[in-house]
């Protein structure tokens, strides 16, 4: 299986939460090599770190790979705020070297152009009402924490990870209207900016397919789903799982990265 890549994209790590997997990001970034990496929003939860999170030394670890990643490997890094780490706008836009960090980017590759964007400018509760958004944000923290408890009783049994809080908003029927919305509303400004795709995270929710004619591309989370999108150097999309990886063989088998499916999902086969 292909470990260098053209663009790795990841958002929604939420370094300084106890629901971050940082230990699984630094090993993910061992892993896998690439000319690009586009960090998109929330990769640092200063929400919760007003409130009660706690900044750990494998949290710095994250970006002690980065860093070696642009020292050793040359990798461009592209740092996107999102809404969680919205301390940011204080120094953005901010280029040093191979790093970067802005509020979002347009991509070209092979001849299309992706408008990559965290995705919470365009959520009217996080934009307007944002005392709604702290509310949901804590009520979110909680699922996070039972899910937490539900895992460590399914490892007792042998049983593989299981994510409630993906499980509760795919049966919330208000929870799924929103989702098609964003992502119909995303679709909708890459168009207005003369954009073939949009690239996002924020909704937690990884995913590939086309929306009335637009690639919508969403690099979902490592909180939950811990997953990234990746771009060969033929411009081919898709997504990786860690939870589908194998590390103890080296290299990972054919199966283990997840495109996705039809009718749902549709993977973007070349940039052309």
């Known amino acids: 299986m292909e470990t260098n890549f053209k ?25 896998y090599q690439c000319e690009n990496l586009i960090l998109n929003g929330d990769i640092i939860d200063g929400w919760q770190l007003k409130k009660s999170g706690s900044w750990k030394r494998k949290h710095t670890r994250v970006f002690n790979r980065v ?3 642009i020292d050793c490997d040359r990798t461009k890094v592209v740092y996107l705020r999102g809404n969680h780490d919205d301390f940011l706008d204080q120094v953005l836009p901010l280029e040093i070297g191979n790093l970067s960090i802005q509020k979002d980017l347009v991509y070209e590759s092979q001849g299309k152009k992706y408008f990559i964007t965290h995705g919470d ?18 009520g979110y923290t909680f699922l996070l924490w039972l899910n937490t408890r539900v895992n460590h009783y399914r490892r007792k049994k042998g049983l593989p990870y299981y994510s409630l809080s993906q499980y509760v908003k795919s049966k ?6 929103y989702i098609d919305g964003f992502e119909t509303e995303l679709c909708k400004i890459a168009r207005s900016k003369g954009c073939d795709g949009i690239i996002c995270g ?22 939950e789903s811990l997953s990234a999108l990746a771009e060969d150097h033929e411009g081919n999309w898709q997504l990786i799982y860690y939870n589908e990886l194998d590390f103890g063989k080296g290299q990972q088998e054919e199966s283990k990265v997840i495109p996705l499916r039809e009718p749902t999902v549709s993977r973007i086969d070349k940039f052309s």
């Open 202 to 223: 924020h909704i937690h929710k990884a995913e590939i397919r086309t929306i009335d004619g637009i690639d919508y591309l969403n690099s979902g989370d490592w909180v």
């Open 172 to 177: 919330v029927k208000s929870a799924v209207s």
């Open 121 to 138: 400018v365009f959520d009217n509760i996080t934009t307007n009402l944002r005392w709604i958004a702290y509310l949901g944000d804590m």
């Open 67 to 69: 860093l070696k990643m």
């Open 7 to 31: 663009t790795i994209v990841l958002s929604d790590i939420h370094l300084g939460t106890k629901g971050s997997k940082a230990k699984e990001v630094v090993r993910f970034l061992k892993q």
